[in-house]
């Protein structure tokens, strides 16, 4: 019902910039929440940002400071601005949503297939 396409990883330098993007599509009733997760090999997936309908934002501490989300909403489309990356920062990173789609009355988390940041130092 929903699909998310994910875009902008790359391998940059230590102190770089990227810029994440995230469109969704399909059958969309409603989007509420939208953000990223990442995972780094033997790590565990865990929150990037999130972002509401209303535009609350939510960061891991990890990041603050750093990193920036933002979402279109005529658009369906999140974004991540990652300045000042780090080694650290270096994992898969996936678009999340939660969707209510017009076949089903309850909201659902919808994932991504990720995009690969690495970070060299």
């Known amino acids: 019902q929903v699909q998310l396409v994910e875009s902008g990883g790359g391998l940059v330098q230590a102190g770089g910039s990227l810029r994440l993007s995230c469109a969704a599509s399909g059958s969309i009733f409603s989007i509420n929440a939208m953000g990223w997760y990442r995972q780094a090999p033997g790590n565990q997936r865990e929150l990037v940002a999130t972002?509401?309908?209303?535009?609350?934002?939510n960061y891991a501490d990890s990041v603050k400071g750093r990193f920036t989300i933002s979402r279109d909403n005529a658009k369906n489309t999140v974004y991540l601005q990652m300045n000042s990356l780090k080694p650290e920062d270096t994992a898969v990173y996936y678009c999340?949503?939660?969707?209510?789609?017009?076949?089903?009355?309850?909201?659902?988390?919808?994932w991504g297939q990720g995009t690969q940041v690495t970070v060299s130092s």
């Open positions: 972002i509401t309908s209303g535009g609350s934002t």
């Open positions: 999340y949503t939660d969707a209510l789609v017009s076949s089903s009355p309850y909201e659902y988390d919808y």
